[in-house]
């Protein structure tokens, strides 16, 4: 219940966040242009608002509705999610939307996304700035990957050190790989001391897709943390820091030393007599020891990363933050509008999630860099979804606006209402359809 609570108040939070950023985007094109906007609402407020305030002399009145799918600006003169038809059949007045030129409007409408995605600039340049950039660079894991069983049958094998994609090196983990990975012809990994090419098949993310586990990770080495005086491992005479490299002379990594260990106890024999080669120090040595399974040993593994894997670390000034956060925001937004593809395909739509999907991506436990870097994300993701050209989305209008500019005739409001009322219903189709998956994937 804890972890639920933190996720939720954390989605919350972000969600909020990128409403009032991305609604001020259309405030404040709407004012700079003298366009009256009627209604500022955090969140929908259909039959009433949990909050409502209008201050004095404003012509704008502000609240936070009790439906948290979004929010608006109802703008006078303009069809929007509020279909007031009805002010649509008076005259224009000059302060309405209807009454000002198509590259007002224009901007007016994109300032929603513009104020997303410069948000998520700033919040990236902000995070290089506080929390440097921390990565293991794949070339360098020294025990290399364990791959699912999709990557498996492609022709990867546990070990590998990932190298290039068609000949670009990779740097490290993360949705940019993975998508380099698929949109190859062929990867090159490191296998046993040489140089491996594995080919790629043409329908491997829509088999990824269908995994509910990740593609790969890193090999970790079984390092000692602690050691329970009196066990087998204490009178074999290993010590916290040793690194287990190979079991009876096989390599072996920390999962599968903990399957074979499991493995062997499992067989039912009363004991166990296993040979151990360790690197203490730097020197590499082996003993023997007897026992009955890995919990018989008496021995802790260490998973601190920073201490098994080569991590590099980029420190970045004030001002050197922000041209590295334009450009990891940049590669995010194409790396995101690169996968998009696949969510057409089958296995694709079987993976849209809603609000629970969202929520599990912020971290079990309150981090303030995990925080922010996942509504950094979000943000790229509401100014990607939001530009689409789709009737509803602020995409829609700009459509229109364009069609408006190139033909010099506006489309009828009757056409309007009916596009709005039409994208509306799709948006809710995806929303109900999104939620729904996370509902079957939660009870089955």
Not at 123 to 140: E, H, N, R, T
Not at 161 to 167: C, H
Not at 320 to 349: C, D, R
Request: aromatic residues 14%; contains cysteine.
């Amino acid at each position: 219940m804890e972890t639920f609570l933190i996720r939720a108040l954390q989605l919350v939070m972000s969600l909020s966040l990128l409403v009032v950023i991305h609604e001020m985007g259309h405030f404040l094109f709407a004012r700079l242009f003298k366009t009256r906007v009627e209604k500022f609402c955090l969140f929908f407020d259909p039959w009433f608002s949990l909050f409502k305030f209008k201050p004095k002399h404003s012509e704008t009145e502000y609240g936070i509705g009790w439906l948290p799918l979004g929010g608006y600006v109802k703008i006078a003169g303009m069809i929007d999610e509020s279909m007031d038809t009805e002010q649509m059949k008076q005259p224009v007045l000059p302060w309405e939307f209807r009454a000002k030129p198509a590259w007002q409007r224009l901007l007016i409408m994109v300032g929603g996304v513009l104020f997303n995605f410069l948000l998520a600039l700033f919040i990236y340049s902000m995070i290089l700035f506080a929390w440097g950039d921390s990565y293991v660079p794949v070339q360098k894991a020294p025990l290399g990957m364990d791959f699912n069983e999709t990557m498996y049958r492609a022709g990867f094998r546990d070990g590998d050190v990932l190298i290039s994609a068609d000949g670009v090196p990779f740097e490290r983990m993360g949705s940019d790989l993975l998508t380099a990975i698929v949109d190859a012809r062929q990867v090159t990994v490191l296998r046993e001391g040489r140089e491996v090419s594995v080919y790629i098949p043409d329908d491997l993310m829509d088999r990824l897709l269908a995994d509910s586990t990740r593609f790969a990770d890193f090999r970790y080495p079984f390092v000692i943390d602690s050691i329970v005086p009196g066990r087998p491992a204490a009178r074999a005479g290993l010590q916290p820091g040793d690194s287990i490299t190979q079991l009876d002379g096989r390599n072996i990594a920390y999962f599968d030393f903990k399957e074979e260990m499991l493995k062997r106890k499992a067989d039912g024999q009363a004991s166990h007599d296993i040979r151990l080669t360790y690197v203490r120090n730097g020197l590499t040595d082996t003993l023997s020891l007897t026992t009955d399974s890995l919990y018989e040993i008496g021995i802790t593994a260490d998973m601190r990363t920073a201490r098994l894997l080569p991590v590099v670390k980029k420190e970045y000034t004030f001002f050197s933050s922000f041209p590295a956060g334009v450009m990891l925001g940049v590669n995010t937004l194409k790396g995101y509008v690169g996968q998009m593809k696949y969510l057409f395909s089958k296995e694709g739509a079987k993976q849209l999630g809603g609000f629970g999907t969202i929520g599990s991506i912020f971290p079990a436990a309150w981090d303030w860099h995990q925080f922010w870097y996942m509504t950094a994300f979000l943000s790229i993701i509401l100014a990607f979804m939001n530009i689409l050209p789709i009737p509803a989305l602020d995409g829609g209008h700009v459509l229109f606006l364009i069609y408006e500019i190139v033909a010099r005739r506006k489309p009828s409001d009757k056409f309007m209402e009916r596009a709005q009322m039409a994208g509306m219903f799709l948006l809710f189709a995806l929303l109900l359809w999104a939620n729904l998956n996370d509902l079957l994937r939660f009870l089955f």
